[in-house]
């Protein structure tokens, strides 16, 4: 079994900064890559933010510049830095996490989600 956690949302007024964490737990091996996905009232989820195990990362184009990904290994964590939010950010941010199983065995994990709120 394995459990995400996430932290680190809530509001925020335009220009302003959050940081995001989702640690997992459970019988882990490894972790592969690491995510971050977001999803506004009617819209579909959307990739954020990703980070590789090699550390490679790639952002959505809305992002670049003003978020951040990153990864702590030795804790199983990723985070999102986020800033010079805009109203547009405003959505619920969730984890996915590719995880090789103690067991055997590679699944993609999501987390319980973070409510982002951004106030022009």
């Known amino acids: 079994q394995v459990q995400l956690v996430e932290s680190g949302g809530g509001l925020v007024q335009a220009g302003g900064s959050l940081r995001l964490s989702c640690a997992a737990s459970?019988?882990?091996?490894?972790?592969?890559?690491m995510g971050w996905y977001r999803q506004a009232p009617g819209n579909q989820r959307a990739l954020v933010a990703q980070?590789?195990?090699?550390?490679?990362?790639n952002y959505a184009d809305s992002v670049k510049g003003r978020f951040t990904i990153s990864r702590d290994n030795a804790k199983n964590t990723v985070y999102l830095q986020m800033n010079s939010l805009k109203p547009e950010d405003t959505a619920v941010y969730s984890c996915?996490?590719?995880?090789?199983?103690?067991?055997?065995?590679?699944?993609?994990?999501w987390g319980q989600g973070t409510q982002v709120t951004v106030s022009s």
């Open positions: 980070i590789t195990s090699a550390d490679s990362t």
């Open positions: 459970g019988r882990i091996r490894s972790i592969d890559r």
């Open positions: 996915n996490v590719l995880i090789v199983m103690e067991m055997g065995g590679t699944f993609s994990h």
